[in-house]
């Protein structure tokens, strides 16, 4: 694992062994952060369901102007400090140790964010409740890109409701990513 582009480019990244994270491969992270590509430069990135922190690492390798890591588990938690440190992003990054709800819930009233990335663990529900604690709160702005990483199952009918319109869906073998831009207006 590496960040591919940017600033950072190739420099290895670690992740913690075993199954409590996925870390996305490179060719699926080459192919988001093409489709990523118009809404990075000088961005706020928040990155949930952080896992190792690859996404929001390559994001400020690319030009984002800031990162925030939430991730509840400890040791991927220390695993992206490491790679912070690592890729010298220490004035970029910001790493919240908690769970996502309970930090959306704690930035409120922050400077809000361009682009949010959500890896949640599968088939649990997170991201339906971290979705309707974004939308309840100020931390997005008209027209925040959600990218939402999540199981070819899951359901998102709600997301309209809460003012998410799904503007891409990218299907892989295992998995899809979901595009959605934030309006207060909802239906």
Known sequence: MRIIAGSARSLPLKTISGTDTRPTTDRIKETLFNMLSPYLLDCRFLDLFAGSGQIGLEAVSRGARNAVFVENNKKAALC??????????????????????????????????????????YGKGLEAEALRALA??????????????????????????????????????????????????TV
């Open 80 to 121: 992206i400090e490491e790679n912070i440190k690592f890729t010298k992003f220490t004035e970029n990054c910001t790493l919240l140790v908690r769970d996502a709800v309970t930090a959306i819930h704690q930035m409120e009233g922050k400077e809000p964010f361009d682009v949010v990335f959500l890896d949640p663990p």
């Open 136 to 185: 309840d709160c100020s931390l997005l702005l008209e027209g925040s890109v959600i990218v939402l990483e999540t199981s070819l199952d899951t359901d998102l009918s709600y997301a309209k409701r809460w003012g998410y319109q799904i503007t891409k869906e990218k299907t892989y073998k295992n998995n899809q990513h979901i595009f959605m831009k934030f309006a207060k207006e």
